[in-house]
């Protein structure tokens, strides 16, 4: 069976990142193929994938969870078809659970070696009460605790128990029986998504599951801004400063007056990354914007 690891996480706490560092660290040797799921209009992950590294399949179409299967199964079997891969590495949507997703790739007959949470360190206090974020957490076999540069070994500690106390609570359970499907869980504490090995050695392989549970709907909103004209970098930044709090995320690929390139922007919870260049790209410029609701 074809293994696959699935990234799930609340938006912004480091599933691309993470997934690019493991297809790097752990997978360089590997076929492998990787699916993103961009629930905004333009994908920003793809496209920082595939500068970055390999092979990428966009689900462009609303999250894997509610377009289901049709889709899904058709990606998947172009992926297989067209690059033949021996791992397959899943980014769930931050605004959907992974649970459904779970399903579908072991009905697909694909072996899920283990569902990785990111979990922002830094920013868990403005999203712990969310309840896509907690069933997220219970969703997962492994927790990473990331973003660790951040905080201090104390709060990381806290962090650690909090996670834990979620996961025992939302931890998808059969239908049918009451009883929880997952049975263990591992904590990781680290930043950029840097694991150890052993994840991807199959310890955390799951048992095939079976039966669906309740999930939330989508608490989020997504918007586009088509930027039409190159735009000062200092405005920019500004602009960013002063979004409404509810805007949690901003992320896109923008073109700057006296700038070569176009840019990948990237902010989540106020919090603006130097902007990367991207030489060879030549699509739209273009911020997405996501709101809580
Ligand atoms: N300081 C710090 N920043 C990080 C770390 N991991 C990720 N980031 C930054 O956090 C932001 C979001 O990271 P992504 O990997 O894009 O997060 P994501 O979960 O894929 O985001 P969505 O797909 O939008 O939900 C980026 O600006 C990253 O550079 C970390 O460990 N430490
Ligand atoms: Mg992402």
Known sequence: MLPVFVFTGFLGSGKTTTLLNCAREHFSNRRTAVIVNELGEVGVDGKLLKNAYSEVLE????????????????????????????????????GAVPFPVVISLQSLGFSVEAVICLIDSKNFDRYREDSTARYQIGGSNVLVLNKSDLVSEERLVELEREALDIWNLYRPVNAFTGEPYYTKVKVYKTSYGRLPSEVFEGSYTLPELRGLVEHPSHGFKHRVANLLTPVDYEELVQRLRSL???VIRAKGIVRLKNHPYPVIINYSFGHIDSPIEIKDYDGPSFLVLIESL
């Open 59 to 94: 689900l462009p179409e609303g999250c894997i969870c509610c377009t289901l299967h049709a889709e899904f199964e058709r990606a998947i079997g172009e992926i297989r078809e067209k690059y033949d891969p021996e791992v397959l590495l899943v980014e769930t949507s931050g």
């Open 244 to 246: 409404p709090e509810k």
